[in-house]
Nanobody, 125 residues
Framework: VQLQASGGGLVQPGDFLRLSCAAS???????IGWFRQAPGKEREIVAV????????YYTDSVKGRFTISRDNDKKMVYLQMSSLDLDDTAVYYC????????????????????WGRGTQVTVSS
């Protein structure tokens, strides 16, 4: 599967953005994760959504501010981000894990087989 992230931009602290991840094929057999990488830092997990959409995971720093969702019919995954702060500045990537429905959500970048190009999110006053 090929993935393409979009929706990034330059925003001010407290603003919101919605990132989109478009897939080249149906994604109902993939858990999908959003990762981010800030300059000089390692890529880190942001959120993951189960292939069915029934469960999610968020890293502590974004809980209550970000929401991951998906529309399998449209082959899309979204990351709604609100109350953005300076520490959210990074390149955001979506990634797909082709897996069984009973498989747990994965949080390590090395566990994802498919990656899209990232989209830059810059939070600046």
């Amino acid at each position: 599967v090929q993935l393409q992230a979009s929706g990034g931009g330059l925003v001010q602290p407290g603003d919101f953005l919605r990132l989109s991840c478009a897939a080249s094929e149906f994604i109902s057999n993939y858990h999908i994760g959003w990762f981010r990488q800030a300059p000089g830092k390692e890529r880190e997990i942001v959120a993951v959504i189960h292939r069915s959409g029934t469960s999610t995971y968020y890293t502590d720093s974004v809980k209550g501010r970000f929401t991951i969702s998906r529309d399998n019919d449209k082959k899309m995954v979204y990351l709604q981000m609100s109350s953005l702060d300076l520490d959210d500045t990074a390149v955001y990537y979506c990634a797909a894990d082709h897996t069984m429905i009973t498989a747990p959500l994965k949080t390590e970048a090395s566990e994802y087989e498919y990656w899209g190009r990232g989209t830059q999110v810059t939070v600046s006053s």
